[in-house]
């Protein structure tokens, strides 16, 4: 189809992937209520669709998984952290983040990538191999000096 055609030809593919999988569910809701002003229209949308994802919108979240997938992999953790958090100024600035968040693409969110990197936000500068002592001394409150 004609989409496929403009995400493989665009600049920002994993963007353009999450926008159009909201765009697909966006649609699909709307299409549901134009058909309620229709009765024969609605009982062949009832028919013809019984899933709660319309058939392209997912297509496009998943690949745009796989585009992620691929810079998981193929980069070091830096240069993928860069692909998600960089600011697009295509999409009004907005970060893959943003973008994921915006559109509730679930797949795109539960990525190893997305979760880790949100894990490395959490941590801050604690890592697995900070030494316990280092941890307890900032844990513990100073003593008040008298």
Not at 24 to 51: G, I, V
Not at 52 to 80: I, N, Q, R
């Amino acid at each position: 189809p004609m989409a496929l055609l403009f995400w493989e030809n665009c600049k920002t593919p994993m963007a353009t992937g999450l926008v159009s999988h909201k765009i697909y569910m966006f649609l699909d809701k709307m299409e549901s209520k134009w058909a309620r002003m229709d009765e024969e229209m609605t009982e062949k949308l009832e028919n013809a669709a019984q899933s709660p994802v319309p058939p392209g919108s997912s297509e496009f979240e998943m690949l745009s998984c796989g585009l992620l997938t691929a810079c998981y992999h193929s980069y070091d953790k830096s240069e993928w952290i860069n692909i998600l958090t960089v600011k697009m100024k295509d999409w009004g600035y907005l970060n893959l983040f943003d973008i994921a968040n915006i559109t509730g693409s679930k797949n795109f969110i539960s990525h190893a990538a997305y979760q880790s990197y949100l894990t490395d936000i959490w941590m801050g500068n604690i890592h697995a191999s900070t030494p316990t002592w280092k941890l307890l001394l900032y844990i513990i409150p100073p003593l008040p000096i008298f």
